[in-house]
């Protein structure tokens, strides 16, 4: 079975504390992508990497840093977090569509539950 | 800004019954993509339609695709209780890197 990983289902921090959101995947895909999803707004792409080191940004980068060193992890970084970052946060992965044969369909991990008190 | 629009934004029905969801899209496509989440879990691919189809099948799921008025409807026939979930349309842009996602359906099945 295919599987993307994300390394903690919930996650308690402090304001300004630094936090990381580790997601592997095994299907050596070349995107990966972090979402968060709040009530009403759905889901919003932060960060996405369609190969090792490279990263681009999402719909709401701001706040936060990503790292992809080796192509089956992307990690989400939180610098300083904030209360208005508590959230879940999803972590996907897709193939390339061509010439990975990818047809754009994500695989999701089962998501991180951060609360910023 | 959501690409995708789904139709009504909650739904409750009987176990046995059908259920229809429907999204809108702004864009011109290149396929679209539906969605089942879980409560407090992560998304889980259904099914793909391509811009130059117009009916999908996958077991109980039927996806329709109408491009001239930018609407896909996904039907579950035959409810179960285990289908309660939110459900999602998602249309991926052209690189296939920004896939952008609907507010969502939250879909109730009634045993």
């Known amino acids: 079975d295919v599987k993307v990983t994300q390394s903690s289902r919930y996650l308690v921090k402090r304001t300004g504390e630094k936090v990381f959101l580790e997601c592997v995947q095994d299907?050596?895909?070349?995107?990966m992508f972090w979402y968060r999803q709040d009530p009403g707004l759905g889901l919003r792409l932060i960060y996405f990497?369609?190969?090792?080191?490279?990263?681009e940004k999402g719909d709401i980068p701001e706040g936060y840093s990503v790292s992809r060193e080796k192509k089956e992890r992307f990690s989400l970084i939180l610098e300083s977090a904030s209360t208005n970052q508590t959230s879940m946060y999803l972590c996907?992965?897709?193939?390339?569509?061509?010439?990975?044969?990818?047809?754009?369909?994500?695989?999701f991990g089962e998501g991180s539950r951060l609360t910023v008190l | 800004s959501q690409q995708g629009e789904e139709d009504p934004q909650a739904l409750s029905i009987q176990e046995g019954e059908n259920a229809t969801m429907n999204c809108s899209y702004k864009?011109?496509?290149?396929?679209l993509q539906w969605y089942r989440q879980n409560s407090g879990r992560g998304l889980v691919h259904l099914i793909l339609?391509?811009?130059?189809?117009r009916e999908k099948h996958s077991g109980r799921l039927r996806v329709t695709l109408d491009t001239s008025k930018k609407s896909s409807s996904l039907l579950i026939t035959a409810s179960r209780a285990a289908d309660t979930a939110s459900y999602f349309c998602?249309?991926?842009?052209?690189?296939?890197?920004?896939?952008?996602f609907g507010a969502g359906t939250r879909l109730f099945v009634k045993a």
């Open positions: 996907a992965s897709s193939a390339r569509l061509w010439p990975g044969g990818g047809k754009g369909e994500l695989f």
């Open positions: 299907m050596d895909h070349e995107n």
């Open positions: 990497s369609y190969d090792v080191k490279m990263k």
């Open positions: 864009t011109s496509i290149n396929n």
């Open positions: 339609i391509r811009s130059n189809e």
């Open positions: 998602a249309t991926p842009n052209t690189g296939g890197f920004k896939t952008i």
